[in-house]
C-alpha cells in the first residue's frame, strides 16, 4: 500500500468518527429532561422540587431550549440565593445547578399580604426566607430587623456594614 492511500484511509477514518461524535451529541441536545437530570451542587437546602417550584422549568423539555441566564434570575430573585449559575450538560446528559447562599446577620419579620414571614436579612439588607437557611448558623444572631421591606435593603444595608465596620451591635431595628 502506498503512503497516500494510507494518509486518505486515515483521514477518513477521523471524518468518518468526527460525523459520528457530531451526531450523537446532536441527538443528546434534543433530548428532554427530566427530573431526575437535575443535580444540585453547594447547597444541600434545596431540592429539584425547590428549583422547579420557583422557576419556568417544564417537564419534559429538549436540553436545547431550557433557557439557562432567565432561570438563573428567577433562582436568584425567589430563592434569595447570592449566586446560581445552570449548565446544560451533553456527557452527562442533564442540568447542572450550582448554588451560593447568602449569610444570614440578622433575623428578620415581613408582612406580605397581611401575613407575618420569619426569616433573615444578609449584609446587604435582602430578605431570605427561614426555610432556605442553614438552621446551625442562624442561632448566633443577636440583631433582629422588623418590618423589612423592599423599599428600605439599601438603608438596611448601611446599617449592617456600619454595624460590622465598627464593631457595634444593634439588637433591633424596627422600620
Known amino acids: ?56 422549568l417544564n417537564f419534559p423539555t429538549p436540553l436545547i431550549f431550557v433557557k439557562t441566564t432567565y432561570i438563573e434570575k428567577e433562582l436568584k430573585e425567589n430563592l434569595s440565593l447570592e449566586n446560581v449559575s445552570v449548565f446544560r450538560q451533553v456527557f452527562p ?26 426569616g433573615f436579612v444578609d449584609e446587604e439588607g435582602v430578605f431570605i426566607n427561614e426555610k432556605y437557611i442553614d438552621q446551625v448558623n442562624s442561632k448566633n444572631l443577636s440583631s433582629k430587623v422588623f ?18 465596620d465598627n464593631d457595634v451591635e444593634f439588637i433591633s431595628i424596627t422600620f
Open 147 to 164: 418590618g423589612w421591606k423592599e423599599n428600605f435593603r439599601e438603608t438596611l444595608s448601611q446599617i449592617l456594614h456600619f454595624q460590622k
Open 1 to 56: 500500500m502506498k503512503p497516500k492511500q494510507k494518509i486518505t484511509k486515515r483521514r477518513f477514518f477521523l471524518l468518518i468518527t468526527f460525523l459520528l461524535f457530531t451526531t450523537y451529541a446532536t441527538s443528546k441536545t434534543f433530548k428532554k429532561v427530566n427530573y431526575q437530570d437535575i443535580s444540585i451542587l453547594g447547597s444541600d437546602l434545596f431540592s429539584v422540587n425547590d428549583i422547579v417550584a420557583n422557576s419556568s
Open 93 to 118: 446528559f442533564g442540568l447542572k445547578v450550582l448554588i451560593q447562599t447568602r449569610t444570614p446577620i440578622a433575623y428578620s419579620e415581613k408582612f406580605f399580604k397581611g401575613k407575618k414571614i420569619t
